[in-house]
């Protein structure tokens, strides 16, 4: 469905749709048994991957449930051929369509303030779980779980587990496919160590993207550094533009753009093989994290306390915010900051250095530096 549509929906009659359908909910038990699972995720690459942790605990739970889940198109490769998942819905009207001709046992609401989740959630569901962040739809839930924005959102969506608590230690890594491109194939198997580096951000969030002049004095000291390294530059098609850009400053010798060379299950077989990953505050980052790939990740004006690569203690995450700074930004309350918040740069005061000596630390703990 286009966003203006669902933006639509959102700000001028979500509220009053979960306002006179919450008048008319009763709280109901939640189910002993669950043979068809709903799950909402229908935003955003990077969350979607950090609630395949809470998905796992229900398969596991419940192995002979039908795991359904609600997608979009930033959201869908996550869940496409992934063995936890059983059916992808898209969010559109023939999807929806499917959904309300079915009834499912349990919802997971997993969109932390959309108000179109949970009317989907309750309208085609006998039992829904999703968070508190606003009153006014939180009314629609059975299981309303309390929403902490000092926590990791890793955490935050195990709450989303109805059966009892859940504290995932690592992500769910994403399936695998061959890589078919020669030019990768020889660029992995014929340097020994092998970054990748992510220079955009989704185009919503411009504000979260290190700058390109600090990426790109980041790769000249990488390439110095380590003579033997090829860097690989991740990206959609909207990060084209951009990566071309790196490669006609910095040389294509040792680095290389894979903007339409694979998908992101190819991608998963290629992180897998990284050594090392850079990234601003995205879902590629995420999917590094994942795959098991050291990751150092950038933050600013989003803090990495609820965003770093999962597990923590696994990766680095860098944020050197002014003396004093609040940041005025909470994406889980549809709260995207003040004019002045986004223009600041907070991000930009990390200094390539900085990353540098995090990316040094990563490859010296597993012996690649």
Known sequence: MPLKIVRWIEFHIGDALCVLLGFLCKPRPLPREVRSLLVVRDWSLGESILALPMIRAYRRRFPQARIWVLVAPSSREVFRGHPLVDDIVDFNLPGLFRLFFRRFDLA??????????AL?????????????????????????????????MTHMLDRLYAYGPLTSRRLVPLPR??????DL?????????????????EETAPWRAWSFER??????????TWPRAFIFLTGTENEREINEKMLERMGRERMT??????????????????????????????????????TVGLFGPNTPERFAPFPPWRHKALYNPPPGYQPTINVHKGEFGSEGDRSRGVIDRISPEEVLRAMTELLEERGKA
């Open 108 to 117: 997971v609401d997993a969109m932390p303030y959309f108000r179109h989740s």
């Open 120 to 152: 989907v959630a309750r309208f085609t569901s006998r039992f829904v779980a999703g968070f508190d962040t606003f009153r006014r739809r939180s009314r629609l839930y059975d299981l309303e779980i309390p929403f902490d924005d000092r926590i990791h």
């Open 177 to 182: 496919a061959s890589l078919r491109d020669d």
């Open 185 to 201: 194939l020889r660029a992995l198997e014929g340097f020994p160590l092998r970054i990748g580096m992510h220079l955009g951000t």
């Open 215 to 224: 990426f790109q004095a980041l790769v000249g000291m990488a390439l110095e």
């Open 257 to 294: 753009s894979l903007v339409g060379r694979c998908d992101l299950h190819q991608l998963a077989e290629l992180l897998a093989r990284l050594d090392l990953f850079v990234s601003s505050d995205t879902g590629p980052m995420h999917a590094a994290a994942a795959m098991g790939c050291p």
